[in-house]
C-alpha cells in the first residue's frame, strides 16, 4: 500500500484547545478511558451552496496516524497553571499517547449534504476528544475550498481555471492546503510553488506588473522576457494601457504564447485584444484573464462569448469569499463500557445531534442519477447492493488499511459524480435541496437516547 | 537586541509563485538585477472597516531574514519543464540567494488607511521580487485578523474576549498565526495551545460537550471535572437543558468559577441563569457565552444589559467573516542603477500605483487627537517634529536593527492610538473615513513618472 505522503507538513499534536486537555486529564483522573466514537459532520449547507465536495481527508488521516506530543510540547502542557495540581503520571500518558483506533471517512472528491458524518473515530475517548480541533481545522477548509473550486471550474465550462491565491490566503498554511483543494475540485493547477511541490500540482506562471515596470518600457520587457523563455511567452499587457500593450506583444509574432489582462473591462478587452492578435495573424495565442474572478463573473464573462481561454482565480477562490466558514463539527455519538454500546445524544437548541455509528447509502434512481441519501445505523442497509455507502475504514487498530486514492483518481471521482447527480444541483445561483432522510432504526436510536435523557433528568 | 523569536514556523523560500522565479531567472539572464524599491500597501479600506491595524510584521521580518532555498527546492525548479533551458548558473545563484537588502515597515498594532505603506523593501529587484508572495499572504492575513479583533474587542465594552476560532479558521497555520493576531488587538488569549506556546499567548477552556455526554448524567460529569480541576471550574452547561444545567452547576457550590452558555438566546438565558446563581449566592461565579458570536452581536448584548463577563468567539474573527479577504498588494515603486533613482508607476485602470519611496507622517490636531496622514516622498517632513513618521528601518543590509516590540507592548501601543484617534472612527456600523493626503512633492513625483511613461509610448 503506498503510505501517505511524508510531505505533507507535520501538524503539532499541541494544535488542539485546551480543553481538549483539560477534559483528557479529567478523564484519565477519573478512569475514563473507554471506547468512544465521535462523527465530524457539518450542520447544513451554507446557503449559498447545493453541496459540498469532501477534501482534506489525506491530510487528516496523516495527522492521525503521526499524532505524537513532544517533549517540549509536553513541558508547556505541564508548566500551565491550570495543570499544576495534576498527577504528573497524566503528562507520561500523554507523551506516550498514539492513536490506536478506527477511523472511518467518505474519500474525497465526494458529494455530501448537511448531517452526513464524514469521517467517524472510534477509539478511547482522550485519543478520540484530542483530535478534535485539528480534524476541524483541516476537514473544514479544505471542503470549503474544493466546493468552492467546483463551482469556479463549472462556470469557465472547459477552459482552465489555474489556482491564483497564494497572496490572498489566509496565510500561507491556507495557501498551500487551499491549492490542493482547489486542483483536486477541478483547477488546472497552481501559481503556488510550494504546493506544486509538495502535492505534485501543475504550475503556472510567467511575469507581474513589475517585471514591466523595471524596464524603460513594455516592449523591451517583454522581449527580454522572451529571449529568456522563449517556449513559455505569455505576456502581461495591462501594465500601462492594455490595447497598447497587445499591439506590443503582438508584434512579438507567435513566439507569443499567450497575454494576459488582469484589470479594466474584460468582457470589452478580451474581444478587441483577440482582434489585435487575430489581425496579426496571432490566432493561436491564448488570452488569460485575472483580476477579482469568481464563479459569478466567469459565468457572465462565457455567456457573453468573451473569448478567454483561460482564467486565473485568486482572492475569491482560495477564501470561498461568498461562504468563508464552515459549519463542521466534532460529535461524541457513542460510547462503550464492557462491550455495551450506549447511543449519545447533544440536546441544545437548534444543535441536537444524532446518535450512534452511522453509514451514509446514496441511492441511484432508474435513470442511474443519485435521487436520495439515506443516513442510517452502520450496516444497516449493507445487504441491499442498490445502495452505496460512503464511509469506507481507512485506520483500523492505528494502522491504514486501505490505499488513498491520488489526485487524479479523485478528480475522476468527483467528475463521475458531476454527472451522476442532477443537473439542477450544479446551478451555480439557484439553491435546490438534494433529497436525504434518515433511516428507520436511525430515528429509533435518536428517539430511545432522547427519551432516556430526559428520563436521567426527571 | 532580542533576537526574533525562531519558534515561529518556518516559512519555506519555495513559498512563492511561479512567476516570482520565472521573473527572477528573466532579470539575472538580463543582468537586470540593480536595487528596487517595493511597496506593501492596501489599495482600498474594506467597505466594512474605518481602519486596519497592522499586524504579521514580526513573522514578514522573520521570513525575509531566514529566506534560503533548500537542495529540495532547488531541485524541484531545476526539473520543471518551465526552466529546462535556463542557464544553470541561476539556480547556483538561487541556492545561495539571501536576503541583503533594507526593511522599513509601520509598527505592529498600527492603525492604518488605504495606501499608505506598511512595508517597504529596498534591494537587488531579484531578492525583492521573490519575497512578494509570502509577504502578502502573511500581511494580509494578519492584518485583516488584526481588525476584526480590535472591533470585537471593542463591541464587549472591557469584557475579557478569547479567541476560540482553531476549528474554523482557514486550516491548522491560520488558526496559529490568527491567535497572536487577535491577541495582538486585544483579545485577553486563545484557546489554541500551539499559539499559546509560540507565542506565548494566555491560554483558555475547560471543557465541551462530550465530556458532558460520555458520563451517564450532566451532574456526574460537572462533579468529576471539579474533582480533577478544583481551581477551574467553569462548566458548560447547555448540553441539555440550559437552565436545568445552570441548577446542576450551582449545586456544587462557590466551586464553581464560571458556567458557560453556547447556544440559544443569550440575552434571555444569561439573565435566568444570572439570577439561578445569584439565588444560589454564587454571586461571584461568572457566565461565558460563546456559539456564532461577533462585534454586532456582543455590542447588542451588552447594550440590553446581559450579565455575561466573557465572550468566547470563534468563527467570525479568525476568519473576519464580513470581510474575510484584504486587498494587499506589492508593487514596484522605484529602480536604481549606477545611483540614479527612477520612479516607477503602473498606470492600469484602476489600479494606478505611487511611485518612489514614501514615508507616511502622522498629524495630530491642537485637541491632541490625530487628525491626518500625509503619504509623503521619504524624508519630506523629517524635519516637522510636529508630524509623526510611522515607517521604521528594521532591516539594513541584511541585518536587523530595530528592536522588535513584544506582545504587550504593542498591545499598549495599540491602546494609545485607541484613545488618540477620534471616537467617531471606532463606531462599528457607521463608515467613517479618517482623511488622508498625499504630499505635493509626493504627487510632483506621480506627475512625472505618469509623463515619462505617456513620452515613452509616444
Redesign the interface.
Known sequence: MRPIDESYSR??A??????????A???W??K?NSI?T?DLFFRELHPKRNFFVTAGIEQALNYILNLKFDN??IE??RN?E?FQ??NPDFFDYLSNLHFSGTVRAISEGTFIFSNEPVLEITAP?IEA?IL???L???I???T?VASKAVRVVRAAQGRMVVE?G?????????????ARAACLAGCAGT????A??LYNLP?????????I??????LTAFK??A??????VILLI?????L?GARLAARLGNIVKGVRL???DLLSLSNEVRKILDDADLKETKIMASGDLNESRIQELMNAGAPIDMFGVG??LI?S?DA???T?V???VE?EESGKRHA????????KTLPGRKQVYRNRGPDGLYKMDIISEEGEYDSDKSLEPLLRTYILNGQLIEELPKLPQIRSHLDNQLKSFPESLMQLKKRVKYPTKLSERLKDVRRDATKE?EE??N
Request: proline fraction near 3%.
Open positions: 501538524i503539532p499541541l494544535f488542539t484547545d485546551l480543553y481538549e486537555i483539560t477534559m486529564a479529567a478523564y483522573d477519573n475514563l468512544a465521535f517540549d510540547e508547556y502542557l500551565l491550570i495540581n495534576i475517548i476528544q478534535e480541533t485539528a476541524l481545522s483541516i473544514n477548509f479544505e470549503m491564483f497564494a497572496r490572498r490566503a489566509h496565510g500561507p498554511g491556507a495557501a498551500v492546503a487551499g501559481s503556488n510553488l510550494e506544486g511541490m504550475v503556472y506562471g510567467t511575469i507581474a506588473h513589475s517585471f515596470m523595471a524596464h524603460d518600457d513594455e527580454e522576457f529571449k529568456t523563455f522563449p517556449q513559455h495591462d501594465t500601462y494601457d492594455t497598447e488582469d484589470s479594466g482572492s475569491e477564501t469569499k468563508p466558514t464552515m463542521g466534532y460529535k461524541l460510547t449519545r445524544i447533544k440536546l441544545s437548541t437548534d444543535k435523557h436521567w433528568k
